[in-house]
C-alpha cells in the first residue's frame, strides 16, 4: 500500500516574461466526433494531468494512462487534456516526445516545446478544430522558489456543428502557499497564489466569457479547498483537491454539462489525473 504523503492527501482532497500574447491562428484538425449522446449532445472527455518531478521511470506510463483515462462501449475515448509540470525540474525533453508519441495525429499539442508555456500545454482532440490560441502572464519567477507562471488557452470549435465553441484554459500555481508550512518565501508564494487567482479570474474566466464563450478549465492550483472564481457562476467537476477542473457557463448557445468524475492513478509526484465526462452541444 502506497503512504499517503501530505501532498498527495491535498492532491486527492482529502475524502504562467511574458504578457498576454495575442490570439494566434492556430491550426484546424478536423476529424470524427468522440461519441454522439441522446439528444444532440456530444461526448467531451476533460483530464487535468500533472506529471510531477518524482519517479521519473514513471513518466511514460503516466503519459499513457492519460491517453486512456475512458473506454466507452469498447473504443478509448481522445481526451481534451490540460498538462502541468512539463519539463520543470526534469527538463530532459522526454515528457515533451512522449506526449508527442502517445498523442499523435489525432491531436493537436498545443504549446508543447514553447519557451514561455512548455510547462502547462494541452492537448486537443481532432473532434475539436483550433480556432486560435495564446498565453496569458500570471506572474514572473523567483530563484530557488518557482518559475514563472502562465494560463494556456486554446478557443476550440467542434468540427462536426462549428456553431459550438468554447475556451479551454489551463494553468499551475505556485506552490506552498497553503500548505500549512513556514518558509522564507511564504508572504511571496501567498503574494503571487493571489496574483495568479486575480489573473486568472479576470483576463481569462471574465474575459473570454464577456465575449460569450462558455470556458472549461483545468490546473494543479495547490489549494484545497479552492475558492470559485467567479461565485454563484463557476462551476466545478470536484469539491476538494488541488488537481481541478472547473467551467463558466457562456452566452454563444454553446451548452456543456458534467455526466461523471473519475481518476487515474499515475505513480508520479502524488498526483493521479482527474477527469471529468462531459457533454457538450448547440443549443
Known amino acids: 500500500m502506497e503512504s499517503l504523503s501530505r501532498r ?7 475524502s504562467a516574461a511574458l504578457g498576454t500574447a495575442g490570439i494566434l491562428a492556430g491550426t484546424a484538425a478536423a476529424g470524427a466526433t468522440d461519441g454522439k449522446a441522446a439528444g444532440g449532445w456530444q461526448r467531451l472527455v476533460v483530464v487535468t494531468a500533472n506529471i510531477g518531478r518524482d519517479h521519473r521511470d514513471k513518466r511514460e ?10 473506454t466507452v462501449d469498447g473504443a478509448t475515448a481522445k481526451p481534451l487534456v490540460g498538462w502541468q509540470e512539463i519539463g520543470e525540474g526534469d527538463d530532459d525533453g522526454k515528457e515533451e516526445n512522449f506526449i508527442r508519441e502517445h498523442f499523435g495525429k489525432a491531436f493537436s499539442n498545443l504549446f508543447v516545446g514553447d519557451k514561455v508555456a512548455h510547462h502547462v500545454p494541452i492537448s486537443v482532440p481532432d473532434a475539436f478544430n ?91 492550483v495547490n489549494r484545497s479547498p479552492m475558492p470559485s472564481l467567479v461565485p454563484g457562476k463557476e462551476q466545478r467537476a470536484f469539491a476538494r483537491g488541488i488537481d481541478q477542473i472547473g467551467w463558466l457557463p457562456g452566452t454563444n448557445g454553446t451548452q456543456i454539462r458534467l455526466k461523471r468524475t473519475t481518476s487515474v492513478p499515475m505513480h508520479v509526484d502524488g498526483h493521479d489525473a482527474r477527469v471529468a465526462v462531459m457533454q457538450i452541444r448547440r443549443g
Open 130 to 220: 483550433v480556432v486560435g490560441h495564446r498565453i496569458t502572464r500570471a506572474h514572473g519567477g523567483k530563484g530557488g522558489v518557482s518559475p514563472h507562471r502562465v494560463i494556456t488557452e486554446a478557443v476550440l470549435q467542434l468540427a462536426s456543428d462549428p456553431q459550438v465553441q468554447f475556451v479551454f484554459a489551463n494553468t499551475h500555481y505556485v506552490a506552498g502557499a497553503y500548505n500549512g508550512k513556514n518558509d522564507p518565501s511564504e508572504a511571496w508564494r501567498r503574494k503571487m497564489w493571489k496574483r495568479h487567482f486575480q489573473r486568472q479570474r479576470d483576463k481569462v474566466l471574465q474575459y473570454w466569457n464577456a465575449q460569450g464563450f462558455p470556458v472549461i478549465w483545468t490546473g494543479d
Open 61 to 70: 506510463a503516466a503519459v499513457r494512462a492519460v491517453r486512456h483515462a475512458v
Open 8 to 14: 498527495r492527501a491535498l492532491a486527492l482532497g482529502g
